[in-house]
């Protein structure tokens, strides 16, 4: 409900932004004015996670004589303070937040400053996959500092009692192992599908619908997935038919992401989570405290229509509003905090001295690779070619109207696994949403 | 007949108790658990191992969030009882104004005041943020306080209006023959009438503003200012949502508005039924 309610505020305070954007009648805006103050200046970073080790920003600082005030907000208030804050045109933060999904509107928008102007983001690709689903027109709005992407895991204890191959290479494998668990009596439902009207039933749609082979927008915004031979709909009727057969657990209807992957497979009451997060072997399913499966749940190349499938990516960036008081500072420290070799000391590859305990996958794939290397990364001789291989959810960047299309999509796709509509009806309605976001009106 | 009136009455009444206490009740049973039991299924209805371990951490564990916790939750006080003083203030010169003194547009002025109250608060968000940070106002107490005061006047003027309106004219005409002027009739004869209406408007200002969350969200950038219900939501994580803190954070902040509204409700209901009946 909380969620729902920020989620509509921000999509709100957004759709204002981009009425005024376009009442404007130019994208174009002048810098807001900021510093070119790079040395003896206090820059506030403010990021969904905790601060960095004091020793790092400590010698970050006596290196450039930038000092960090760090501020964590969590991530769904962060959204509304960075909408809030740019919609006034006021000063919040130096660096914040730029989310995969978002990266189209604060094009759009321009709330914020091209990255590509302070950081050479042309040498920086072949090292950071990622770095497409950041680009919009050619800009970089924001660098990613994490390299999440979404990975099917399984509980291989599970698959192998059912005398299933638990790393299936085609989405046909895959069903039919969940079947022989589910007929085996393993478990009664061996699937995890997050059928909650929430933002992580999109995400594992559009996870599914690139496994079947296929991709949700064309580089214009059109929908691709109105076919019933498409892959969208294939996916659509796959995650439906899953729940409507028994291999998705009846009340996953009311169950959002975090909670099936805490809930459900980190419980061993699921054998498998088709769309996961990437590192949560590590972060979630691997820890005692909260995992009833420890050692069980392994990373598989995600199963699709005829081998192996793409995983999708998304990542967290961080980026520079226009209305930062020292924009060359904060420039500074994008650079250092996404640096391989800082990335490096963070995930502990350099010794627990220089750790973050709480970083997640560095967004270089030479970090990571450094992390796999030194055993830091559980999972990580499975992860890494994935990564090389992830590709961004859209292939033109996430459309400017994205949240009002997320909604739809999990709106919809709820419907039909409720059977209040049907999969045919949710994905029509679905489409014309795409089409008339698409043509602006 | 009467029987069945009576059943009718018990079972409605059971209804609402369960409707409103039992969310309540699930909310301080999984504070009282681990993450394991509270997702445990078949869920427990009573808390098998019951531990006080997620209030440990809330108040005095080693990690950053009991600091954090006590932190906001001095700024909540400090917030809330400003924006009550300013607010009960503010709306009791204007709510007496508007009932007892005669001046051109009278009616015009008190219905828009009331008005203002019919705006979603998301309407003047972005506004309000702007002349904050115009005035140099963002992350600051006083921010926070003008912007509770602008929202809970209206409401806190109407329910003192109705009060004022509700008392004999004659002892304020007998204090004016007697030579004393506006503020010392309103002062020395007035207010003291009227004290349960401002215990009331106090109340239900302190209240509305404890619950608040989007204005001090924006309006706020750290831990200087954040008020608890800011700092209970920033303790989620993006993918991991730690279920028996969250509860055992939001336990403790029902407290202060729970003792409140129990100690004295009978005010309460009083300022918001006040004018209902001549």
Redesign the interface.
Known sequence: M?RSTRTA?LA??TS?ALVLAGCSGSNDKKAGGGSTQTSGVTI?V?L?S?APPKAALDAFTKETGITV?W???????LQ??IS??A???????DATNVDWSRVGQLGKLGWYYPMDSYVDTKAMAADVPQLASFTVDGHVVGIPYDASFMVTTVNTELFQKAGANPAPQTIDAYTAALKAIKAKGVVQYPLNIPFAAAEGLSTYWYETTGAFGGSILDKDGKPQFTSPDSPGYKAAQWMVDALKSGLVPPGNINVT???G???LMA?G?VASTFSD?SG?VG??YNVK??SSVVGKVKYIRTPGASGPGANLSNPDGIGIPKQAKYPDAAAKFIEWFTATQQQADFAGVNGPEKTFPTYPIPSHLSAVKQMTAKGNLVGGEDLVPMLQGSKPVFEGGAPSWYPKFSNAVYTNLHGAATGSMSVEQAIKTIADTADQLASGS | MKRRTGAGRSIGVALILIWSLGPIYWAIKTSLQT??DA?A?PAHYLPTNPTLQNYSALLSGNS?IAPQVRRSAVNIVIECGAATIVTVLLATLAGYAFARMRFRGRNVLFYAVLATMAFPA?TT???L??IM?TFGL?NTYTGIVLVYVSGFVPLATWILHNYFASLPVGIEEAGLVDGARRLQVLWHLLLPLARPGIISTALITFLFAWGQF?FP??LS??LSTQPLT?VI?????????PSTLLNAAGVLAIIVPAALALAFNRYIVNGLLAGSTK
């Open positions: 909380l505020l709100g305070v204002l506030t403010a969904a905790d005030n501020v964590n907000i969590d991530w769904d208030s509304s303070k809030a804050a919609t006034a045109k006021t000063y919040f933060a992401d975090s909670q992957q805490q809930n419980k009451q997060y949560n972060t979630l405290k909260s | 993450e394991a997702r299924k950053d998301y968000l972005i506004p943020y702007r940070s963002v989007l969200l924006v950038s750290d800011v939501a920033a303790l989620q994580g993006r993918h991991v949502v």
